[in-house]
C-alpha cells in the first residue's frame, strides 16, 4: 500500500469522479484508476462503484481511516519544519456559519503576523455535519456549539454567546423595550430553528418548564438561512448576538430574552493523536483571541483564562470528554 493509492482514493471521494480526481491531483485519469484498482487489490474488496460513481461501503471506511494516515503524515512534515524554521504547512478548519463570519478575518489577521508561511482551509457549517467531518479525519479542529456527541473528541470552552430576538426597528412588536420574558416570545409568530438542531433544542428546554410552546411561521435549518430570511422580513427570529453584522444594526435590533441561556462554543478536536505544530499554533492563536472580552463583538463573553492563552500545545488542560 502506497501513499499515492490513499490520495488517489480521497481524491474520488472528495471530487466524485476519476476524471475530476486526477484534475485536483494534477495527473491523469489513467493513474488515479491504476492507484485505486491496486488498492482494491490489495485489500481484497471493491473500494469505488464505478457504475453508481461513488464509494462503496467498504470504500467509505477506507477513506475514513485515509483521512487520518495522510493528516499523520503531514504532520509529522510540519513537526520537522517546525523545529528548522517557523511554523508553515496547512490546517484545516471546520466553523460554524455565525462564528466564521466575524473570527475567521481576526485569525487570519492574528495568523499572518504570528506565522505567515501558515495557511488556512476553513468550511463553514452547521455543528452537526461539522462534527462528523472532523471525527473522520476531514479537518483538524472545528469551532462548534457545545455539547457535540462524538465519543472521539474532546471539547475546550472558547466564549459564551447571547441568543436574542431580532426584530426589524421600523415595525417593532416591542416599541423599543430592551428585554422581554418567554411569555412574550410566545406571543410571537417565528422563524424557527429545524427540529434537532442545536439552537432549537436549546430553545425548547428553556420554555418547557415554563409551559410555554413558541408558534413557528417555518423552520429552518441552519442560523446563516435563519438570519437571512429574517434581515429579508419574513419574520422575526431567536439568532446568537453576532448573527446581526454591524452595517444591520441600524435596520435591525436585539432583545434580550430573560432565562435564556447563553449558547456556549468551542474548540473540538480528535482526542486520538497528536497535533502537528501548525494545529497547535492556531489553538494558541484562538485561545489568544478570546482571552479577553474587550475586542469581541457584541454580546460575546470569554470563558478561555489569560493562563491558557499563553500556554502553548494541545487543548489537554481544559478539555472535556464527551460521551
Same mark, same amino acid.
Given at each position: 500500500?502506497?501513499?499515492?493509492?490513499?490520495?488517489?482514493?480521497?481524491?474520488?471521494?472528495?471530487?466524485?469522479? +476519476?476524471?475530476? /480526481?486526477?484534475?485536483?491531483?494534477?495527473?491523469?485519469?489513467?493513474?488515479?484508476? &491504476?492507484?485505486?484498482?491496486?488498492?482494491?487489490?490489495?485489500?481484497?474488496?471493491?473500494?469505488?462503484?464505478?457504475? /453508481?460513481?461513488?464509494?462503496?461501503?467498504?470504500?467509505?471506511?477506507?477513506?475514513? %481511516? /485515509?483521512?487520518?494516515?495522510?493528516?499523520?503524515?503531514?504532520? *509529522?512534515? &510540519?513537526?520537522?519544519?517546525?523545529?528548522?524554521?517557523?511554523?508553515?504547512?496547512? #490546517?484545516? #478548519?471546520?466553523?460554524?456559519?455565525?462564528?466564521?463570519?466575524?473570527?475567521?478575518?481576526?485569525?487570519?489577521?492574528?495568523?499572518?503576523?504570528?506565522?505567515?508561511?501558515?495557511?488556512?482551509?476553513?468550511?463553514?457549517?452547521?455543528?452537526?455535519?461539522?462534527?462528523?467531518?472532523?471525527?473522520?479525519?476531514? +479537518?483538524?479542529? /472545528?469551532?462548534?456549539?457545545?455539547?457535540?456527541?462524538?465519543?472521539? !473528541?474532546?471539547?475546550?470552552?472558547?466564549?459564551?454567546?447571547?441568543?436574542?430576538?431580532?426584530?426589524?426597528?421600523?415595525?417593532?412588536?416591542?416599541?423599543?423595550?430592551?428585554?422581554?420574558?418567554?411569555?412574550?416570545?410566545?406571543?410571537?409568530?417565528?422563524?424557527?430553528?429545524?427540529?434537532?438542531?442545536?439552537?432549537?433544542?436549546? *430553545?425548547?428546554?428553556?420554555?418547557?418548564?415554563?409551559?410555554?410552546?413558541?408558534?413557528?411561521?417555518?423552520?429552518?435549518?441552519?442560523?446563516?438561512?435563519?438570519?437571512?430570511?429574517?434581515?429579508?422580513?419574513?419574520?422575526?427570529?431567536?439568532?446568537?448576538?453576532?448573527?446581526?453584522?454591524?452595517?444591520? %444594526?441600524? %435596520?435591525?435590533? !436585539?432583545?434580550?430574552?430573560?432565562?435564556?441561556?447563553?449558547?456556549?462554543?468551542?474548540?473540538?478536536?480528535?482526542?486520538?493523536?497528536?497535533?502537528?505544530?501548525?494545529?497547535?499554533?492556531?489553538?494558541?492563536?484562538?485561545?489568544?483571541?478570546? &482571552?479577553?472580552?474587550?475586542?469581541?463583538?457584541?454580546? *460575546?463573553?470569554?470563558?478561555?483564562?489569560?493562563?491558557?492563552?499563553?500556554?502553548?500545545?494541545?487543548?489537554?488542560?481544559?478539555?472535556?470528554?464527551?460521551?
Amino acid at each position: 500500500m502506497e501513499v499515492r493509492h490513499l490520495q488517489a482514493l480521497v481524491a474520488v471521494s472528495e471530487q466524485g469522479s +476519476f476524471s475530476a /480526481a486526477a484534475d485536483s491531483l494534477g495527473t491523469v485519469q489513467s493513474n488515479i484508476s &491504476a492507484h485505486v484498482a491496486r488498492l482494491e487489490k490489495e485489500l481484497g474488496t471493491l473500494l469505488v462503484d464505478r457504475s /453508481a460513481g461513488r464509494l462503496t461501503s467498504e470504500g467509505e471506511v477506507v477513506v475514513a %481511516r /485515509a483521512y487520518r494516515v495522510l493528516g499523520e503524515l503531514l504532520a *509529522l512534515t &510540519a513537526d520537522l519544519g517546525a523545529l528548522r524554521e517557523e511554523v508553515g504547512g496547512t #490546517v484545516r #478548519v471546520g466553523m460554524i456559519g455565525t462564528t466564521a463570519r466575524w473570527l475567521v478575518p481576526l485569525l487570519l489577521t492574528d495568523l499572518s503576523e504570528r506565522h505567515p508561511k501558515l495557511r488556512l482551509v476553513v468550511a463553514d457549517g452547521t455543528t452537526a455535519g461539522l462534527e462528523t467531518q472532523l471525527a473522520a479525519g476531514r +479537518f483538524d479542529l /472545528a469551532v462548534l456549539t457545545f455539547p457535540v456527541s462524538g465519543r472521539d !473528541l474532546t471539547f475546550e470552552p472558547l466564549f459564551e454567546e447571547e441568543l436574542a430576538l431580532v426584530v426589524p426597528v421600523d415595525s417593532d412588536p416591542f416599541k423599543g423595550v430592551t428585554r422581554v420574558g418567554l411569555d412574550e416570545l410566545g406571543r410571537l409568530e417565528l422563524l424557527m430553528p429545524a427540529t434537532g438542531t442545536q439552537l432549537r433544542a436549546e *430553545l425548547d428546554a428553556a420554555v418547557k418548564p415554563a409551559g410555554i410552546r413558541l408558534r413557528s411561521r417555518a423552520e429552518l435549518d441552519g442560523v446563516r438561512l435563519l438570519a437571512s430570511l429574517a434581515f429579508d422580513g419574513y419574520g422575526p427570529a431567536v439568532l446568537p448576538a453576532t448573527a446581526v453584522p454591524p452595517h444591520l %444594526r441600524s %435596520r435591525f435590533r !436585539l432583545v434580550a430574552i430573560d432565562e435564556l441561556p447563553r449558547r456556549r462554543v468551542g474548540l473540538a478536536m480528535r482526542s486520538r493523536g497528536m497535533p502537528s505544530a501548525p494545529v497547535r499554533a492556531v489553538t494558541e492563536a484562538l485561545r489568544s483571541l478570546f &482571552a479577553s472580552s474587550d475586542d469581541l463583538p457584541e454580546g *460575546l463573553h470569554s470563558v478561555v483564562p489569560l493562563a491558557a492563552a499563553r500556554a502553548e500545545g494541545s487543548p489537554r488542560s481544559l478539555a472535556m470528554p464527551n460521551g
